[in-house]
């Protein structure tokens, strides 16, 4: 069985840190700090198959970044400093994570989308519920209705808007 240190000597790698100037999609424009050489197609995940299944961190364009260099000049960031954005896929899952928030979709499902359905779906109960008049007894307190379902509607909507995207 061959050793690690063989195998790494098959494929020489060279570790370096780097400035990240531009990002396109998969790769991104970044400058050495050691000779200030321009790399305009490094890969901006370590694994570069492309696969529906990955996990990629995004770096924030101006952050630091520990790049691996191998011999024929290609590039791969293998960790950051900053993070930009993550985004994780799977054949039935995907989770996106930035600066405006989450965004969560399962089989076609997105999770705000489902709640903002169940909120809605609550006011309009509770429209209905404050029509209902009692002829004989205490009626609902139309107010006390309102009330809950603007906090509801309105504040928790707008709270969960924030936070998924």
């Not at 260099?69 to 996106?96: C, H, M, P, Y």
Request: glycine residues 6%; aromatic residues 6%.
């Amino acid at each position: 069985m061959e050793s690690l240190k063989q195998l790494l000597n098959r494929f020489p790698i060279e570790v370096a840190n780097a400035k990240v100037i531009s990002i396109r999609e998969q790769t991104c424009h970044i400058v050495l700090e050691t000779s200030q050489k321009d790399i305009w197609n490094c890969s901006i995940n370590s694994i570069v198959k492309n696969t529906q299944n990955r996990l990629v961190v995004y770096p924030k364009v101006g952050s630091i970044v520990v790049v691996g260099l191998t011999g024929d000049g290609s590039a791969s960031i293998l960790a950051v400093s900053e993070v930009e954005k993550i985004e994780f896929r799977n054949e039935e899952s995907a989770f996106t994570f930035d600066r405006t928030g989450f965004q969560f979709n399962r089989d076609g499902e997105n999770l705000k989308d489902v709640l903002n359905g169940l909120q809605d779906g609550f006011g309009k109960l509770c429209d209905e519920l404050a029509k209902v008049v009692v002829s004989i007894g205490v009626t609902p307190d139309v107010p006390a209705i309102m009330q809950i379902k603007n906090d509801i509607v309105g504040t928790n909507k707008q709270a969960l808007n924030k936070i998924l995207t």
